[in-house]
C-alpha cells in the first residue's frame, strides 16, 4: 500500500487536511503517550504528492491519514475546531519549518518518519502549549485573584519567531467567559482578557485585590463611595471602567492632589531620575567654539572604523568554504581535488595547453593549495613546485573563479600560501612566478615585485620561461604572521594616526592676509615668511625653491600603458620582448647603433622618460626599423615587425579618432 505526504512548504497552498498531516506528523498522540507522532502503518510506503502515483490495488493513492498506532491526525493535536484557527495556523507554521529542515539541510530525510535530532526535538516542543500561560502565572503571584480562562490560552514564542512566514490576516476569534469581578460583585461579561495589553491585566488584578481587602469593612466602601450592587454590566460598560473612573467616586482634594503631586514621590511612588549630559572640559568648548571636532588634535580621540571584513575571511569562519593542501598521493580525496583545480586552471587560463595544465597538476613533484566549498566544489588555487634545495618555490598556476573573483578569494589564498610554505617549508623564503599583463598588478599587491633580487644560478634552468610572462619574485618576511596581516595593518594605522593626533595643530584658527582684503588694488605679492602659520606647520625657506612635485600620468601616458602592453601580448612580438645580447647575436651591435625593445620601453615609460606620445612612437618605430635593418627581407622577423607595425599604426589611428569625438 502506498500512502502519500505533502510537499508543499508554503502554508497558503495547504489545505486544512493536508496542514493537519504535517502537524499530526510532529506532535505526541493525545490517545496514547507512546506514539510519538503520525507515522505510516505497518507495510505502508510514502511518497511525496509532486507527482501523481500511479493506481495502485485497484484505486489511486491516498494521503497518509492514518497512525500506525491506529489513531489519525485529529488525535495528534491536530484538530482545528479544538484548537482554534490562530493555534492551529501556528502550529501548522511550526510543522512547515521542521519538514523543511528535514528535506533541505538534513538531505532528504523529509520522509524518514524515524529520523531526529536535537535541533528537531527542540523545535518540536513548540508543538505543545506551554502548561501554563502568563495569565495564569500573574494569577498565581497575586493569589489567585485573577481567574484564569479554561477555554484561552496565549500563543506560544514560537509564534513570534515564525511569524515571518505567514501573514495571518484575521485576529484570534474572541470568546466570551464568565468572571468573578470584585468591583460589582456579580457575574460579568467581559472581552477577552488577552485582548488588554499586560500591564492593564496586572493593574485590574491589583485593584481587584484592593477592593476585596476593603469589602471586608463597611466603612472602607463607604469612603470610597462604592456598594455592591446585584445588577449586570455590559461588555460596553466594562471597558468603559477599564479606562475611566466611575462616576460615583468624587474627584480629589487640594490636599489630595498636593499629596500626588509631591516631587519627592516622584511618578507613581518612585523617586524620578533626570539623566545628566556629559560635560566638556574648557578645551573642548574652546575648540567646538572655533568650529573644530571637539576631540580634532586629541591624544583621546576614538580610532576610526576599521574596514568591513571582506566576504572571504567570513565564509572562512563560518565553514563555507576551506582551504586544504594537497598533492598527488592517488587518495580519494586527494584526485577528486585536483580534477577541480584543473578544471579550474583550464578554465581561468585559456591560453595555456590543456594537457601541459593536465600533467603538471597532475605530477607527484607538484603541490596545491586548494579553496573548496561542499561537496568539493574547488573555487579557488595555487599549483606550485617547491625547491627546498635551492630556496625557493615556482607558483605555476593560480586562479580563482570569475563570479567569487569580487570576494577577496585571491588575496586570502595567497596569505594562506604563504603561511603554509612557513610551516611546511622553514628555510624556503622566496617565490617565483611568471606573470601575465593582466596579473601583474595583482602580484604587486601580494609584495612580487619585477626586480629580481635571487642570484640567477639559483633558479635558472629549474623554472620555466614562459613567452610574454613577466618573472616576477616575492620574498617572505621572518616577522610577519601572514595570517595576522590585517590585524598587523590596523595596529599601524592606528599607531600613525595616534601620533598625527598627538602632534595635530588643526584646531588652531590663524588671522587672515590683510593684502588680499578689499581696497587693497591689484597686483599684490606675499612674502611667504608673512604667512600666518607658515612657520609652525614645518615651512622653510629652502622649500620655496624646490621643484614642483611631478602631477600624477596624463591620459597621454595611459594610452602609451595600453599601447605598449597590447604590443607586447601579441602573439609575433617574442623576438622583440628583451635586448639583442652579444652572446646570441656575436656581430648584431656592430650593425645596429641605436638598439631598441620592448622591455626597454616599459623601464623608460614607467620611469616617465617618453615626454609625449610622439617620443614613444619613435621607439617603437625603431624597434621595427632595426629589425628590417638586421634581418633579410621574408624572414620570420621581418614579417613580426610589419605585422607589429601595423598593429600599433591602427591602434594609434583608433585613439585619435576617439580624441576628435570627444
Not at 630 to 645: M, V
Amino acid at each position: 500500500m502506498k500512502v502519500l505526504y505533502p510537499a508543499s512548504h508554503e502554508i497558503p497552498k495547504l489545505s486544512d487536511d493536508l496542514l493537519a498531516i504535517k502537524i499530526a506528523r510532529h506532535s505526541t498522540c493525545l490517545a496514547c503517550s507512546s506514539c510519538p507522532g503520525l507515522r505510516p502503518p505497518p507495510g505502508a510506503s510514502v511518497a511525496l504528492d509532486l507527482d501523481a502515483l500511479p493506481e495502485t490495488d485497484g484505486g489511486a493513492a491516498q494521503f497518509l491519514d492514518s497512525c500506525a498506532c491506529g489513531h489519525g491526525p485529529a488525535d495528534h493535536g491536530a484538530e482545528k475546531d479544538s484548537l482554534g484557527k490562530a493555534e492551529f495556523i501556528r502550529r501548522g507554521r511550526v510543522a512547515v519549518r521542521l519538514d523543511e529542515l528535514l528535506q533541505v539541510r538534513d538531505e532528504g530525510k523529509l520522509l524518514d518518519f524515524e529520523y531526529t535530532n536535537d535541533d528537531i526535538n527542540g523545535l518540536r516542543q513548540q508543538m505543545q502549549l506551554p502548561p501554563s500561560s502568563p495569565a495564569s502565572s500573574i494569577s498565581e503571584a497575586l493569589g489567585s485573584l485573577v481567574p484564569s480562562s479554561p477555554g484561552k490560552q496565549p500563543l506560544s514564542p514560537a509564534s513570534s519567531f515564525l511569524s515571518d512566514a505567514f501573514d495571518a490576516s484575521e485576529p484570534p476569534t474572541k470568546k466570551r467567559r464568565v468572571s468573578f469581578s470584585s468591583l460589582s460583585g456579580n457575574d460579568e461579561e467581559e472581552d477577552d482578557e488577552e485582548d488588554r495589553p499586560l500591564a492593564a491585566r496586572v493593574t485590574n488584578a491589583v485593584i481587584s485585590a484592593t477592593v476585596n481587602q476593603s469589602e471586608k469593612g463597611p466603612a472602607a466602601r463607604h469612603a470610597r463611595g462604592q456598594k455592591r450592587s446585584g445588577k449586570k454590566s455590559s461588555s460596553m460598560k466594562s471597558k468603559a471602567q477599564a479606562r475611566t473612573a466611575p462616576t460615583t467616586i468624587p474627584p480629589p482634594t487640594d490636599e489630595e492632589k498636593a499629596e500626588m503631586s509631591r516631587p519627592a514621590d516622584g511618578a507613581n511612588g518612585h523617586e524620578m531620575k533626570v539623566k545628566v549630559e556629559d560635560k566638556m572640559d574648557e578645551s573642548q568648548l574652546t575648540r567646538l567654539a572655533t568650529g573644530v571636532t571637539v576631540d580634532a588634535g586629541g591624544a583621546a580621540l576614538s580610532a576610526p572604523p576599521g574596514k568591513p571584513e571582506k566576504v572571504a575571511h567570513i565564509e572562512l569562519r563560518k565553514g563555507i568554504i576551506k582551504i586544504m593542501a594537497v598533492e598527488n598521493d592517488c587518495t580519494p580525496r586527494s584526485l577528486v581535488i585536483l580534477t577541480g583545480l584543473k578544471t579550474l586552471f583550464q578554465k581561468q587560463l585559456p591560453k595555456m595547453p590543456r594537457e601541459y595544465i593536465a600533467r603538471l597538476v597532475y605530477d607527484s613533484n607538484s603541490k596545491c593549495l586548494a579553496i573548496y566549498k561542499r561537496g568539493y566544489k574547488v573555487v579557488g588555487g595555487i599549483c606550485y613546485r617547491p625547491f627546498p634545495h635551492r630556496g625557493f618555490a615556482e607558483i605555476v598556476f593560480f586562479a580563482t573563479t570569475s563570479v567569487d573573483q569580487v570576494k577577496g578569494y585571491g588575496s586570502m589564498l595567497m596569505d594562506h600560501f604563504k603561511a603554509h610554505i612557513r610551516r611546511t617549508y622553514p628555510d624556503m623564503w622566496h617565490f617565483l612566478t611568471y606573470a601575465d599583463n593582466y596579473a601583474v598588478g595583482y602580484f604587486r599587491k601580494q609584495g612580487f615585485s619585477k626586480e629580481i633580487t635571487l642570484d640567477r644560478s639559483v633558479w635558472a634552468g629549474y623554472i620555466k620561461d614562459y613567452e610574454g610572462g613577466t618573472i616576477m619574485q616575492c620574498t617572505l618576511l621572518r616577522n610577519v604572521d601572514y595570517l595576522k596581516t590585517r590585524d598587523i595593518i590596523a595596529q599601524q594605522r592606528e599607531a600613525i594616526l595616534t601620533k598625527i593626533r598627538e602632534m595635530s595643530r588643526s584646531h588652531i584658527v590663524y588671522d587672515g592676509l590683510p593684502q588680499f582684503m578689499e581696497g587693497e588694488g591689484e597686483g599684490v605679492t606675499v612674502d611667504p615668511k608673512d604667512v600666518p602659520g607658515l612657520r609652525e606647520s614645518g615651512w622653510t625657506p629652502s622649500m620655496a625653491v624646490m621643484t614642483a612635485r611631478p602631477v600624477g600620468r596624463s591620459a597621454e601616458h595611459s594610452i602609451m600603458e595600453k599601447l605598449l602592453s597590447d604590443l607586447r601580448n601579441h602573439t609575433q612580438a617574442w623576438p622583440f620582448q628583451q635586448p639583442v645580447t652579444a652572446e646570441e647575436v656575436a656581430d648584431y651591435h656592430e650593425i645596429i647603433k641605436n638598439p631598441m625593445d620592448f622591455s626597454t620601453m616599459e623601464h623608460k615609460l614607467e620611469t616617465n622618460q617618453y615626454p609625449n606620445l610622439n617620443a614613444f612612437l619613435a621607439d617603437a618605430q625603431l624597434v621595427f626599423d632595426n629589425c628590417r635593418t638586421y634581418n633579410p627581407e621574408g624572414s620570420i622577423y621581418w614579417k613580426n615587425s610589419n605585422k607589429l607595425e601595423r598593429v600599433l599604426k591602427e591602434q594609434v589611428a583608433l585613439y585619435k579618432v576617439k580624441e576628435e569625438q570627444t
